[in-house]
């Protein structure tokens, strides 16, 4: 996933009931969270925008590192929950 919207985020919350597919939801917020640090980082570094997209990003982060945590701990609803937090804040 490389572009992250709303309906994939929403997607990942209907692939999380199939515990088989538990794994491949841990690797898609692990990429998730990846690519926001990674704009987080451009963004705080200066050099992206004339706007400061920052303090979202971080937020978008925090978030994405709660829903892994959620994950690994194999708190399934919880996981699911913050997902659709985080999928109404890309609305």
């Not at 925090?62 to 609305?91: C, H, K, M, T």
């Amino acid at each position: 996933m490389l572009i992250i919207t709303k309906q994939k985020v929403e997607n990942l919350v209907f692939t999380l009931k199939e515990n088989a597919k538990l794994e491949q939801c841990r690797h898609e917020v692990r990429r998730m969270l990846e690519i926001k640090a990674a704009l987080l980082w451009w963004a705080e570094s200066g050099k992206c925008c004339s706007w400061q997209p920052g303090a979202s990003l971080a937020g978008e982060v925090r978030v994405l590192e709660d829903i892994l945590a959620a994950l690994e701990e194999g708190n399934i609803s919880q996981a699911s929950s913050l997902l659709g937090d985080y999928a109404a804040q890309l609305a």
